[in-house]
């Protein structure tokens, strides 16, 4: 099987929607490109756990039960499955 790699830094710039980074049974990382301010995804809920980490800019997060943390670059929010 040949390793694929994927430029993190510069996909969001290209995409236009969601992509799939990495598919395997147990793990299917996807990127969502936002380049507009205020942009709201509708992620659906997973059974797994799951973790938010911003390549660029920031993003916030609003979480049931409440908290709304401000991701950057180098922070992630890793959220127990089936909570969010």
Do not use: W, Y
Not at 7 to 15: A, F, R, Y
């Amino acid at each position: 099987m040949a390793m694929e790699t994927a430029d993190v830094g510069g996909l969001p710039h290209e995409l236009t929607s969601r992509k799939i980074i990495m598919g395997t049974r147990n793990s299917h990382p996807g990127m969502p490109s936002h380049p507009h301010r205020g942009v709201h995804d509708g992620v659906p809920r997973r059974p797994g756990g799951q973790a938010f980490p911003p390549i660029e800019g920031e993003c916030a997060k609003g979480f049931e039960g409440g908290g709304r943390p401000l991701l950057g670059p180098g922070s992630a929010a890793p959220i127990e499955g089936g909570t969010f």
